[in-house]
């Protein structure tokens, strides 16, 4: 969010080492138990996150990219969910349009979130060589009531399905055909 430092190299690698850890140690507490389909289906959801993880990188939007692959860890209130289907880079220029408006989105709600409360927030991301999307889905109980009025500020960007209440948050982040 904009008023965190980023991550130190350090951190972003103690961070995915302990997530990794924890992955590892799951799967073994299954096989220990016999429980060896809940083990398969843990590396199938390791190698699940692994293929999204790759997937994003070819976005081409070095900003964004980063701020989505720390998400999780710097806002941990949030149960963080990607999907991604990535055929096409984006067009760099775009690059902090994108993240600025998608960290302003979550530095919006984030504080106020309820911490008695599940939140989720999902990104779906979407990019071929004729149209690019992010999609952004936040639910949970937050109590900012005023409607996030940010604009995003580029003639090929634009602001779609916009939908806002204190329990979900919808929107999706398109560029225009000439803007990819």
Not at 24 to 30: A, G, V
Not at 37 to 47: G, L, M, N, T
Not at 99 to 114: A, E, K, R
């Amino acid at each position: 969010m904009t008023n965190e430092q980023t991550l130190t190299i350090n951190e972003v690698l103690r961070f995915a080492n302990h997530d990794f850890l924890n992955q590892l140690q799951l799967i073994k507490i299954n096989l220990d138990l016999g429980r060896t389909k809940a083990a398969k289906e843990s590396v199938d959801q390791i190698a699940e996150q692994c293929k999204t993880f790759f997937n994003i990188n070819k976005l081409g939007l070095p900003k964004t990219i980063e701020w989505i692959h720390t998400l999780g860890w710097r806002c941990p209130n949030f149960n963080v969910t990607i999907q991604s289907m990535i055929e096409h880079e984006v067009d760099e220029r775009l690059d902090e349009v994108i993240y600025n408006y998608l960290d302003q989105s979550v530095s919006y709600i984030y504080p106020s979130l309820d911490p008695f409360a599940e939140q989720q927030l999902s990104l779906q991301i979407y990019a071929t060589e004729k149209q690019f999307e992010i999609s952004f889905y936040a639910k949970g109980n937050w109590n900012e009531k005023e409607v996030f009025n940010q604009t995003i500020e580029h003639p090929l960007l634009a602001i779609e399905d916009d939908q806002y209440s204190e329990q979900e948050w919808h929107y999706v982040i398109v560029s225009k055909k000439e803007g990819i």
